[in-house]
């Protein structure tokens, strides 16, 4: 099961950090990411992390988004700098790059002046 907050309403160069509390015996030793999913596109991967702390994104969100995990909290983080408008979208979490079926409800991101 995946919790996802820290959405919200955001000027054009503004931050967000979203976070995903995560249930399960094992969620600790996989590989979470971020989704994003805008009305009428396709989910896509955002960012990755691997339980060691490898990280890889997207090309449009190097160098502003930075994803991290406590894994004693089984809690995962994406850290969003100078966000624009088309960062816009629901953002999930769930296992990368293979998600899970289980999806949350995520957190709504909107980046308008």
């Known amino acids: 099961q995946f919790v996802e907050s820290g959405g919200g309403l955001v000027q054009p160069g503004g931050s967000l950090n979203l976070s995903c509390v995560m249930s399960g015996r094992y969620v600790s030793i996989l590989t979470m990411g971020w989704f994003r999913q805008a009305p009428g596109e396709r989910r896509e991967l955002v960012a990755h992390?691997?339980?060691?702390?490898?990280?890889n994104y997207i090309d449009s969100v190097k160098g502003r988004f930075a994803i991290s995990r406590n894994n004693a909290a089984n809690t995962l983080y994406l850290q969003m700098n100078n966000l624009k408008p088309e960062d816009s979208a629901a953002y999930y979490c769930?296992?990368?790059?293979?998600?899970?079926?289980?999806w949350g409800q995520g957190t709504q991101v909107t980046v308008s002046a």
């Open positions: 769930n296992g990368a790059p293979l998600p899970t079926d289980i």
């Open positions: 992390i691997t339980s060691r702390g490898a990280t």
